[in-house]
């Protein structure tokens, strides 16, 4: 993944909705994951879209066009808990190994959930 | 089990000193990662092995040595390393090199002094 680019930070409130948005460019596509990491800890893996559409579990949803290369992730009923950096990473062709694929990490969006 | 181990999980090594990092998956997964990532940057990949052969390596400088003994270990040998080298190394899994969602260990935080 090649081009991978979220918001830096975001700031909502316990209880709210926020949406998190990657673009993204790259060849040979072959999914986009986004992960949770907590300060200190490692990724925790929260969604896996390969399909345009919207794909739900629970509290969290994450979308894909992959005509327009964006995604995003949405958190409802913000907990405080919710303050992480949430990662999107996308799983293209690898130019370091003959048919295979690599997953790649966007920077990062650091959430802060405040009451 | 769904779980990546990773020993130790704080390591402290001058520059002249050789350490290794191990990772320990039973998921069955044929799909064994190392990633190295700095404060407050992302995961960046180091290294893949795909059916304990090295698929993929990322331009790593030979001071990381990694090593795959069977399907279920994973090995980065470490001789010779700077301070800059200093990072959380994450080791993750995979069922296949192109198939499922990583899952990562807690990761070996490493100081060089």
């Known amino acids: 993944g090649q081009n991978i680019d979220q918001p830096t930070e975001m700031t909502a409130t316990e209880g709210a909705i926020v949406q998190i948005n990657c673009t993204y460019q790259?060849?040979?596509?072959?999914?986009l994951f986004w992960y949770q990491q907590h300060a200190g800890e490692a990724p925790t893996f929260l969604s896996y879209?390969?399909?345009?559409g919207l794909e739900e579990k629970g509290r969290f949803s994450s979308f894909l066009s992959r005509s327009k290369g964006y995604s995003y992730l949405l958190l409802k009923e913000l907990q405080m808990k919710d303050s992480a950096s949430y990662l999107c990473?996308?799983?293209?062709?690898?130019?370091?190994?003959?048919?295979?694929?690599?997953?790649?990490f966007g920077k990062g969006t650091k959430l802060s959930v405040i009451p | 089990d769904t779980e990546v181990t990773q020993t130790p999980k704080h390591l402290v090594m001058g520059m002249t000193n050789k350490k290794s990092l191990k990772c320990e998956q039973h998921?069955?997964?044929?799909?064994m990662y190392w990633y190295k990532q700095k404060a407050k940057k992302p995961p960046e990949l180091m290294f893949v092995?795909?059916?304990?052969?090295?698929?993929i390596n990322e331009s790593v400088p030979s001071r990381f040595s990694p090593e795959c003994p069977n399907s279920s270990l994973l090995n980065l040998h470490l001789h010779a390393l700077q301070p800059e080298d200093s990072a959380l190394y994450l080791c993750?899994?995979?069922?296949?090199?192109?198939?499922?969602?990583?899952?990562f260990g807690e990761g070996s935080r490493l100081t060089v002094l």
């Open positions: 879209n390969v399909l345009d």
């Open positions: 790259t060849s040979g596509f072959n999914g």
């Open positions: 092995y795909s059916y304990e052969k090295l698929s």
């Open positions: 993750a899994s995979t069922p296949g090199q192109n198939t499922g969602e990583l899952f």
């Open positions: 998921m069955g997964h044929r799909a």
């Open positions: 990473a996308v799983r293209d062709r690898s130019s370091s190994g003959a048919g295979s694929y690599q997953l790649t």
